[in-house]
């Protein structure tokens, strides 16, 4: 019988227990909530104009900050007030047209002695969507550095933050990074209520639900935290807000950083997080029990928790009919193998195992090194490193002549170090393999870690043959069993075996796709179909 699925989320190591439960998160490695405000006089306006404004000069370091604008005006000719905006970041038109004209002439028949004077302005005069009082500075200056404007009034301590955004952004594109034959062309952008908005649209669910969290002490940007409810595991999403919000960071400027903050153990070789620029495969994170994390400036969603098999697949996967699918899965797992251990066998095979080898063969093999003058281990690790550079040449060079640049490295660099003798051609040829199989790696970190590892197994295999690949194996599986994201077991739902939709390698008829993942304990286990 199978055992009974856990009750809480996180696995936890125990003899006679298997359940899921919370990491728990020390106060001295995550740092301090950033939403807390400081509660000192300082921090609350005046209601004073002149020690406002003071206060606002000395912080914007005014008139240094030569794009900071304080607009000053008298309402309906009486009141003295002023406006501080970024220019740049707000919307001109809406702000001189609506804003300003409402104030200074459209204040007919108010009572401006009233002690509700701010009420009536936001209830009667200024009609904009977001309107909202404060009367902290660093909340207020943090709203206006993302493109709010504020409105402080003589006599009150309290202004009037005003929602005025207008400043340029990237249209939506298509993604560069996760191509894929069939399914949706677009991808998300830098700025967070775009990214938001699309999410929306695509999946129209009335339980997604979004919380908005500030992250970087410094930087101060606004990330969104996105889940389903009714279908997450309610501890899930606790978790993802604890750990975000007690970010030690002066300054969180993409996702990539703030992964390295939040991961479980930031020692491990593998990603513990996915981040993905297509909306689409983001929803059908959110239909599985996972979270998102979307940081505004960012175009890329984090889900978490992940495993393996989610590194592994590709938002293309359920766009193919299950065969085709099945198909290019096993050619990604044919890539990854031979991204790890071609070179690492060829090692082994030439230094510790010839007899393995036909005559045939060994006899094609010393001849193609007959004049080579460097060891075989040398020789590799040489063009290994060659290749690598290649590549990551090709990734810093201009888009017009990035793919001449593979070509010439490629193939004129290797034909010419064969024909002076330097290399083999069949090293060439196992060089050339190990690349085009890392390249059918989807997901970039997990392939940067296959490339890591490539080297480490090399290594092993220069040392000790088969024996040393064998031992490295038996490393990096015990490294991976050990490995936790968000406290799911790495390697789930082979180890341990859990109930799964069955698409780990090979991919079933969408019809028979019926469960979400059983690692994530999500509280709706079957899917509509």
Known sequence: ?????????????????????????K?????????????????????????????????????????ITVRKLKICGSIGAFLIFVDGLVNRKLLDEVILKNLMTGTGGLDLEEADLIDMLINKVVNINDVAKENRFEKIENDILSGFCALFIEGFDS??????KGYEKRGIEKPENEIVVRGSHESFVEDLPTNLSIVRRLFKNRNIIVETMIVGAESNLKCAVIYQDGVVNPELPKEV?????????QAILSSGMLEQYIEDNRWMLFPQI?????????????????????????????????????????????NLRWYYGSFISMIRMAGILIAVFLSSFYIALILFSQEMISSELLASIA??????????????????????????????????????????GALIL??????????????????????????????????????????????????AGFYGISI??????????????????????????????????????????????DELNALKKKKKN
């Open 1 to 25: 019988m199978r055992k009974k699925l856990w009750d809480i989320f996180i696995y936890k190591d125990k003899p006679k227990k298997d359940k899921f439960e919370l990491l728990e998160t």
């Open 27 to 67: 106060e001295d490695d995550r740092g301090a909530d950033k939403n807390d405000y400081n509660d000192d006089k300082d921090s609350f306006i005046y209601s004073t104009l002149e020690k406002n404004l003071e206060r606002l000069e000395n912080d914007f370091k005014i008139p240094i900050n030569s794009d």
């Open 159 to 164: 202004c009037v933050l005003l929602q005025v």
């Open 241 to 249: 807000k604890k750990r975000i919000s007690k970010v030690k960071s």
């Open 274 to 318: 996915i981040s993905t620029e297509r909306p689409d495969r983001a929803i059908s994170f959110l239909l599985e029990g996972k979270v998102l994390v979307i940081l505004d400036g960012s175009p890329f969603a984090c889900a978490m928790p992940i495993t393996f098999f989610t590194l592994y697949h590709t938002s293309a996967d359920n």
């Open 367 to 408: 001849s193609a090194r007959e004049g080579v003058p460097f060891p075989t281990i040398v020789e590799l690790v040489v063009m290994e490193l060659a290749f690598e550079l290649v590549r990551e040449a090709a990734l810093r060079v201009p888009g017009v002549i990035n793919q001449t640049l593979g070509i010439v």
């Open 414 to 463: 290797g034909q010419a170090a064969v024909q002076a003798g330097l290399v083999s051609p069949i090293l060439i040829i196992i060089v050339a393999a190990t690349g085009i199989g890392s390249f059918t790696i989807p997901d970039y970190p997990l392939s940067i870690a296959i490339r890591i590892s490539r080297f480490f197994f090399i290594a092993l295999a220069y040392m």
């Open 472 to 517: 490295g194996m038996f490393m990096f599986f015990a490294l991976m069993c050990s490995m936790k994201s968000f406290g799911v077991p790495f390697l789930a739902p082979v180890t341990p075996k859990l109930r799964n939709s069955p698409d780990i390698i090979l991919a079933k008829p969408i019809k028979y796709m019926k469960y979400r993942p």
